[in-house]
């Protein structure tokens, strides 16, 4: 444990490596969280599939962002070490042991309680080909043929032939092949790690098929008990491999996989047209710096070293993997029908507190601020905010940032209605939200077709921020509604993350919303901001500010605490601030979903403050910051976390929310997270989470009470709506 | 209601506000929005404005027309200020403007944009406003090209005068010095004190000031930061505040002052000449407040559109700040007698009296009144050729709220009312339209007819009225002495009036005794 190094004389140094924690190893502290979830066996168990899933694309992702970035930087040059005091080499060897262990963790999960508890509810995952019986291999093989063999592109490599691009995250198998020999003699089918001592003396030569995208890759065989049988395309292929290479014999075949180096390296400042420049780095984003190769454990050794020369890896990052590669097929296996009962049940967003979903919106919105809570309760309306503009004729222009939406969204269809009849629509339409950009040119591109101003984001920044506003020319003059969020304008997302919104008319949010927009399409800020704090400029100071003044008030003796619910944490100033006022004596209570490069507990730094992490159903993201201010108490929501990448690259924008009502409301729901004592794990001295005891207390599951509160609400609402209907009789004139 | 846009073609900015005006509740921004483009800089160096700032300048406009348009603007007037005025191609660059966003902007003169700048401060707060003017006052109006300066002692404008003093120009003749950063506060100061010295000596002796409200760009930012630090808790900074603050920034470099204050690098290094330049007035000076306003130019041509298309009614009489500014000139130079008076009399009398004949309005009124006042000033210079002094002084001098145009017609006027052989043929000025002219021959028609019947400066006129009768200006002079002179004159000077309005002037002479 960390203990600060203070003496009589000298102030503590708040920025001593040893009081932080690298983000990169907090980062996989997070997805062992998750992974916990696939581990709880109190968890329906397609839902700790989910969970398990989740882990694998949360660690694809660190690899292709995270660790290459840190090869990027060793490669470089880059000696200078992190807030923990750790250069880029040893992040890298502290990562090494660890993300191994994590996957071996995830495998440990998936192979031990996960498979024989499908099997024990009915559903059989055929681990080999080699376990199919008879009929069902009639059944793949008939599959193969008809099916698969169509759309595979084999490939083998020799002196004419040069090594394969592999796609990034794309499975394949390779398999070392040999020519029969010229009598056409065959040796018969040969399966993976079988050899003859004929073919071993044979040249070898490398050969690849990837297994293709397009077909699932869980595919649905005859039963032989009764229950659902499925096998992974993989081991359809491979069981049909000698099919693609007819005058070779395969020596052996092995799954593999490749991760490379996904971070877009876009020089803004030189890029003429944003969207090309973008266009073009996606592709390249295929054919990045290999990072990581996943192989079947048990690979043929040959076979191995063929492929380490040819996609130049370490040793250290191949990573030999005890089961099917690519776990993210589980997120298909959890939506297979038939297996409800071991799901939790579909939670239906509820009608919200604060609005009467059947009158006129705008005229809601008039009455008061409007607090929304998703996806407790539905995000409709943000959906029918954008979608009554759009009709409405009084409404003169829509403005709104958007970083990810869905698939088929709504809010671009309403957009696109909008600016098709002649209202002024412009869209800051963020193109570098990471794995979203072809997503997110596509429809940039369509919302350009339809008229709308689009634009791709600002040069050296990118637009996380979630705002609309509506200008609405009423009688007594205009009048702008404003949206803003923690969460993205994606009514998909909406269900699954737990976010806020606002709905407005204020019009001193009103003004600074418009001036929003004025900077992001490249006018002049304002003198002074009304209500909005905005990163990259002014949002980092403020925190910063407010932070201090509960110092300033604890070192003055009175009550000091903060409150703050976030997704990460690792910036070192606002960390430093925080040991600051913890060691003045503010109270601080943070909720932070994953990273926190913030210690707890070391003597007369951290000893005020305490770390929880919710991880449950819903994926906790709103961000929310509390501050008791000497019982003037002010309270924010916003886009951003506390990272440097929030406040200092980023455009972020923080709201406060002072409606006395709603600030009840969001102080109800920090309590009750605060609470939790099921899905939290709280933060200890030594950086580990541990669930918080229960002694003498009843399991508290906040989001679980959230659902419940919604679900009370609505019913509440809809009683006093019917006690209110009653008829009024006209009168005669007489009476 | 109206939604309105007003755009400020500046030097170093171009600005765009959205208004909301009605009746009931006056004007409301709606929408501020700003984009750099340094047009001044081309345009005070090369008098061109050059092809690159052309295209970013169209760009933004463009970009201006899709707010008009999301706000459903009603209507829109858009000005270039010494930038444009200062080019040598100001119509090609206007033409260009018109052509390529749709937008007709134009080229205030200098007295017309100091005019409006000062109508948006006035109009801001009125009460405040002319609260603060009770004392002397310095109104300093600070632009890219030159800052514009008014003195206000006891609620009345004394004097206007334009400064060679634009932060851009400061800017580039720093530049051409490239001096170290220790020397650069020196040297800023040195070229402000240069320029502050003569009007000093002039407008300043035995002047008790003790405040100033000024109009610029960027000092409303470090108010805005004062206020953010606690530093001020009321609209007005004290000199005191001010001062402290320049001190702290007097070392720092443009990265520096840029963070202290809040704002981008490059506004930085123009707020330090604006800085610089109220610090060294409030030196001269002693001044004790000051109210940085935050106007801009944008307020002062939204308020002047509501007020000329009757949404608002001023609250502060403008026309007046015009005479008294008037008044100060002709004291100035001391033409202060009774020939002036009568001179004012009569041209007033008359032109009430004939206003269902001559079609002119109230503001003729008021250049006619500008041009009577005026008139004489040449004297002071030279007693042999008078009109073509005072036609020099009138165009020399600034007189805030008249357009060049208007200031134009009255040094025309004035010259013109002098020899009764000038036809209105000999009137044609290149800067006059046809409508224009016409307004000035009616005005020198009157203010000639004036002319001839003050002449004596011991003579006062007690009492003048005038009627029209049967296409006859009856005119009758009260006065203690008679009018032989001043007959003998008449019957000559008023044929041009009697062909300008198809009346003939008749006038009668009532003794009045002296009170």
Known sequence: MAKAKKTDNRPIDFSAPEYYTNRELSWLKFDERVL??????????????????????NLDEFFMVRVASLKDMENAGYVKPDIAGLNPRAQLEALSPATHDLIDLQYATYNRPLLPL????????????????????????????????????????????????????????????????????????????????????????????????????????????????????????????????????????????????????????????????????????????????????????????????????????????????????????YSMEGFDELKYKDHVPQPPKYMDMSKDIFEQIRHGDILLKHPYETFEPVVNFVRSAARDENVLAIKQTLYRVSGNSPIIAALIQAAESGKSVTVLFELKARFDEENNIIW????????????????????????????????????????????????????????????????????????????????????????????????????????????????????????????????????????????????????????????????????????????????????????????????????????????????????????????????????????????????QKDGTYVKPSRRGRGAFNSQEECVQEAVRNAKEKARSVNSTRIFIPERSPKE | MKIFAAIDVGSYEVGMKIFQLSKKYGLKELDYIRHRVDLGSDSYRTGRI??????????????????????????????????????????????????????????????????????SVALQDVEKFENIIKDGTLFIDIGGGSTQVSLFQEGSLITTVNLPLGILRIRSQLSELEPRRSQYSELLSEIIDNELYSFKKLYLNNSDIKNMVVVDDYLPYVKQRLTDNGVLSSEMVTTRQYLDFCERIKQQSVEEVAKAVGIPQENANLLRPSAALIRNFINITGAQMLWITGATLSDGIAYDYAERTHIIKSAHDFDSDIIASAENIAARYRITDAREEALLQVSMVVFDSMKKFHGLSKRDRLLLEL?????????????????????????????????????????????????????????????????????????????????????????????????????????????????????????????????????????????????
């Open chain 1, 36 to 57: 916990g979830e696939a581990r709880d066996k109190n968890i329906p168990l397609f839902e700790r599939l989910k969970f398990l899933s989740i882990t694998a694309s």
């Open chain 1, 118 to 333: 499908l099997k024990e509810n009915g559903l059989t995952v055929v681990e080999s080909h080699e376990d199919l019986s008879p009929d069902q291999a009639e059944f793949v093989d008939r599959y193969f043929q008809d099916t698969v063999y169509p759309v595979l592109t084999p490939m083998a490599v020799d002196s004419s032939r040069p090594f394969p691009l592999l796609r990034n995250k794309s499975l394949n198998i390779a398999a070392l092949i040999t020519e029969k020999s010229k009598d056409g003699t065959v040796s018969g089918r040969l399966l993976k790690k079988k050899k003859t001592k004929k073919a071993a003396r044979l040249p070898l030569e490398f050969a690849m098929v990837q297994v293709p995208g397009v077909l699932p890759r869980i595919v649905r065989i005859p039963s032989e008990n009764g229950g659902v049988s499925v096998i992974l395309l993989e081991e359809i292929i491979e069981r049909n491999i000698d099919k693609l290479f007819l005058n070779y014999e395969v020596i052996c075949a092995h799954p593999f996989r490749v991760m490379r180096n996904a971070d877009l390296t876009i020089d803004e400042e030189e890029a003429e047209d944003l969207l090309k420049e973008i266009e073009k780095q996606l592709k390249r984003r295929q054919w990045g710096q290999v990072i990581r190769l996943d192989v079947e454990a048990g690979m043929d050794k040959r076979l191995l070293n063929m492929l380490k020369e040819q996609v130049s890896v370490a040793e250290e990052d191949i990573y030999y993997i005890e089961g099917p590669l690519d776990l993210t097929f589980l997120m298909k296996m």
């Open chain 1, 444 to 683: 940039a591109k369509e919302l350009e077709k339809a008229g709308c101003h689009v634009i791709y984001g600002l040069v050296g920044l990118k637009t996380h921020s979630k705002i609309t506003l509506v200008v609405r020319r009423e009688e007594d003059g205009i009048r702008r509604y404003v949206h803003l969020g923690t969460g993205n304008y994606n009514d998909k997302t909406a269900r699954q993350y737990t976010d806020m919104g606002l709905l407005t008319c204020s019009e001193a949010i009103g003004e600074d919303a418009t001036a929003v927009f004025n900077m992001l399409s490249g006018y002049s800020e304002p003198v002074s901001w009304n209500k909005l704090v905005l990163a990259p400029l002014w949002l980092k100071d403020r925190f910063l500010y407010l932070i201090g003044r509960e110092t300033e008030h604890a070192r003055a003796g009175r009550e000091a605490r903060i409150i703050a619910k976030m997704n990460s944490l690792c910036d070192p100033d606002i960390i430093r601030a925080l040991y600051e006022a913890s060691n003045a004596g503010v109270k601080i209570e943070l909720i932070i979903r994953g990273i926190c490069c913030l210690k707890t507990g070391i003597p007369g730094v951290s000893d005020n403050i305490t770390v929880r992490s919710i991880v449950g159903n819903f994926l906790e993201h709103s961000r929310i910051f509390w501050f008791l201010n000497e019982g003037n108490e002010e309270i924010y929501l916003g886009s951003a976390d506390w990272m440097p990448r929030n406040l200092e690259r980023r455009v972020e924008i923080v709201f406060p929310v002072e409606k006395p009502e709603l600030i009840e409301d969001l102080k109800h729901y920090l309590s009750m997270q605060l609470k939790d004592n099921v899905k939290a794990s709280v933060l």
């Open chain 2, 50 to 119: 050059s092809y690159d700032h052309m295209e970013e300048l169209c760009s933004v406009l463009n970009g201006f027309n899709d707010i008009m348009s999301s706000y459903g603007v009603d209507d829109y007037r858009a000005c270039g200020t010494s930038a444009i005025r200062e080019a040598e191609s100001t119509d090609i660059v206007l033409d260009q403007i018109r052509l390529r966003t749709g937008l007709d902007v134009r080229a205030l003169s200098n007295s017309e944009q100091r005019f409006l700048d000062y109508k």
């Open chain 2, 371 to 515: 041009a009577a006042r005026l008139r004489d000033v040449g004297r002071f210079v030279s007693l042999s050729v008078p009109a073509e002094s005072s036609y020099s002084i009138i165009m020399g001098t600034e007189i805030i709220g008249l357009s060049h145009m208007e200031r134009a017609m009255v040094a025309s006027a004035a010259i013109n009312s002098f020899s009764r052989d000038v036809y209105y043929r000999d009137f044609e000025n290149e800067e006059f339209d046809k409508i224009t002219s016409l307004r000035v021959v009616k005005i020198t028609a009157i203010l000639r007819l004036a002319a001839a019947l003050a002449q004596n400066p011991g003579k006062r006129f007690k009492k003048v009225t005038a009627s029209i009768r049967d296409n006859e200006l009856d005119l009758t002079i009260g006065s203690k002495a008679g009018i032989v002179l001043e007959s003998g004159d008449f019957a000559q000077y008023s044929q041009f009036f009697e062909e300008v309005y198809g009346i003939r002037p008749v006038i009668r002479h009532r003794e009045v005794s002296a009170v």
